[in-house]
């Protein structure tokens, strides 16, 4: 699993290939069924299909509506159709009558692209880079493990402007006026957020840990609501 798409295709081609090896090698006195498990068992998804599956299948109230769901693999799907050339898209595109990302009862992702998009109206004369508060918001007011664990009755994920101003130079190294602008522009995309019918991947995820820790799904039992037997992600940094 990797946020990359292009990465998760690579691996998955290697995988795939080294499978197909391993097949030729072992024989032909080996079951088809034998040579194929591998292949058959194993899963290659991407951050986005993960998590979605993750909401699909947990107990408790899900995330997504069914269409919020299809809009998502829409998307996707059309991206791909963009990487593997304009006309293609083009054509596919001519063929959707009504867009589910254009429908007004579909949350759309707030993603670096669209708080980009915000921008200026988030700054509000502050010299504060873009990027940099970005960061700062995914990395540490509202992304990091810490608020993640941050239960409060209103059920806000996220460091309040005295966490986050008391939060050690080595992990965010701006200092105390500019963490004060920081949380400004983030209580204004906040704002904006949920005033442009948006979510980001945060809310999805509180959501998500939120009902694995309800149920006590992170034991494994023979009852297992999520029968996977590993895990592989690329890129966790702690």
């Not at 293609?88 to 707030?110: G, H, M």
């Not at 409060?152 to 190294?173: G, I, M, T, V």
Request: charged share 30%; aromatic share 8%.
């Amino acid at each position: 699993m990797t946020k990359n798409k292009v990465l998760q295709r690579e691996v998955e081609r290697s995988f795939n290939n080294m499978s197909l090896a391993w097949t030729k090698k072992i024989g032909p006195s080996t079951e088809s069924k034998d040579k194929d498990s591998a292949r058959v068992n194993t899963t290659f998804l991407s951050s986005s299909e993960w998590l979605e599956a993750l909401d699909m299948e947990l107990p408790g109230d899900s995330f997504f509506t069914p269409s919020e769901v299809e809009s998502r693999i829409e998307s996707r799907r059309v991206s791909d159709t963009v990487a593997k050339g304009v006309e293609e898209f083009l054509t596919d595109r001519n063929k959707v009558e009504a867009p589910l990302q254009n429908r007004s009862d579909i949350r759309q992702e707030a993603t670096f692209l669209t708080f980009r998009k915000m921008w200026r109206k988030l700054k509000s004369g502050s010299s504060l880079d873009c990027v940099l508060v970005w960061r700062e918001i995914k990395s540490f007011i509202k992304g990091s493990v810490r608020s993640l664990h941050i239960d409060r009755s209103d059920r806000c994920h996220f460091l309040s402007l005295q966490e986050y101003l008391d939060l050690p130079r080595k992990q965010s190294r701006l200092d105390a006026a500019k963490r004060r602008e920081v949380y400004g522009v983030f209580l204004k995309y906040e704002k904006l957020k949920k005033s442009g019918n948006l979510y980001d991947e945060c809310d999805l995820v509180f959501n998500i840990a939120g009902r694995i820790a309800l149920g006590n799904i992170a034991t494994p039992t023979s009852e297992s609501v999520l029968p996977i037997d590993s895990v592989f992600v690329d890129e966790v940094q702690g």
